[in-house]
Structure formats: structure tokens, C-alpha cells
């Protein structure tokens, strides 16, 4: 048996989710981790989400100057750590401001609907990147499951199969990774949809 770790991109697995009309919850996040782990390899050392809690501030949108003040509830994180073999390691999201979506066509005039918010999430990467390189050089553990879809892995994942360690990515229903995750893998892990969770 190999002791693992299963490490999850919440931003990644959050994006291709939602496209999917997935409900984004603790229990769904899960059941999703209980399908990168492999029982009959590995004993489950932790899992590990990564993930950014929601933007909470203020907007000022241009049209109108009307101000929007964003509170949002990020209960779920602390319900997700509190499961079973679950930690979460949090970065910081910033506000980076607005994008125009498209112009009305005339005589209609622009208005706030014109316009999204863009945010940019922060320390994420840098995170699993560190908890890799940690893991690896100390020998916590033999084998690294990862679900990301960021190449921005990769030299992490080189560093841990230099010290030895496996590295499992995991690839998610209807989702292809990109080659350059799949080449510096070990093991390439396909996973099925939870088969209690429907899309809405």
C-alpha cells in the first residue's frame, strides 16, 4: 500500500463543476476525493483542498456609480474542514475590476449589466507547490494524487518524482488535461462522476 495524499485545486475543480451544473458543496467536493483515492493501492494519509474563500468588499459600478458591498458566506469551507482526513489551505482573492461584456448596440445605452466583475485568486498554486516539495523531501508520503489542471505543476511535480514520490493525476469526466500534467505523471487516473450527485 502506498500512503498518499490526495491534493485538490478547488478553483479547477469548482470551474469544470459549475460548467457541468454540478452544486458546488462540501459533500459533492467529497464524494469527488473519495473517487481520486485508489483503497486498493493506497492508505489515505490526507486531502488537501485548495481553494480561495469568496470576495468580500465593495464595487463601484461605472454606469451608475452605485456601490455594491459583497458579503458573501463561506460557511462551506469551514464545513469542508471539518470532515474526515480533510484540511484546507486557503490564498486570498483580489478584486481586479471590471470587463465589458459587449456594447449595446445604438441607440441603446451602456448600463452595469454591461459589466462583470473580475477577480483573480492569489497563493494557490504557490501552496500545493509547497506542500509538494514538503511532502516529497521529507517522505511523509509515497505517493501525491493530484486533481489540477494547471501546468503551473509541473515543476513541482518533477521535484517529487526526483525524491521518489509517485504522482497520480487525476483527470475528470468529460475533461481532458493538458499534456504537459499527463507527462510528468506517474500514473494517469480517469474518475467517474459521483454516481449520488446529479446535475441540477
Request: hydrophobic fraction near 40%; glycine fraction near 4%; charged fraction near 25%.
Amino acid at each position: 500500500m502506498f500512503k498518499s495524499v490526495v491534493m485538490i485545486d478547488g478553483g479547477y475543480l469548482r470551474a469544470v463543476s459549475t460548467a457541468a451544473r454540478f452544486k458546488y458543496t462540501p459533500p459533492f467536493i467529497q464524494a469527488v476525493a473519495r473517487q481520486c483515492h485508489n483503497p486498493g493501492e493506497e492508505s489515505l494519509l490526507k486531502i488537501l483542498y485548495y481553494d480561495c474563500p469568496p470576495f468580500a468588499g465593495e464595487l463601484t459600478y461605472p454606469v451608475s456609480s452605485k456601490k455594491e458591498k459583497r458579503t458573501p458566506d463561506a460557511h462551506w469551507l469551514n464545513e469542508l474542514s471539518r470532515m474526515d482526513y480533510f484540511a484546507v489551505r486557503l490564498g486570498t482573492v483580489k478584486f481586479r475590476g471590471l470587463t465589458l461584456l459587449k456594447v449595446p448596440p445604438p441607440p441603446r445605452a451602456l448600463t452595469d449589466e454591461n459589466f462583470k466583475p473580475v477577480f483573480e485568486q492569489k497563493g494557490v498554486d504557490m501552496r500545493i507547490g509547497i506542500d509538494i516539495a514538503s511532502m516529497s523531501e521529507r517522505a511523509i508520503v509515497e505517493r501525491v494524487v493530484l486533481l489540477s489542471g494547471d501546468t503551473d505543476m509541473v515543476p513541482a511535480m518533477k521535484h517529487a518524482r526526483k525524491c521518489g514520490i509517485q504522482v497520480v493525476a487525476v483527470e475528470l469526466p468529460d475533461r481532458r488535461l493538458p499534456s504537459d500534467l499527463l507527462t510528468h505523471a506517474d500514473i494517469h487516473r480517469k474518475i467517474d462522476r459521483p454516481p449520488e450527485f446529479k446535475p441540477q
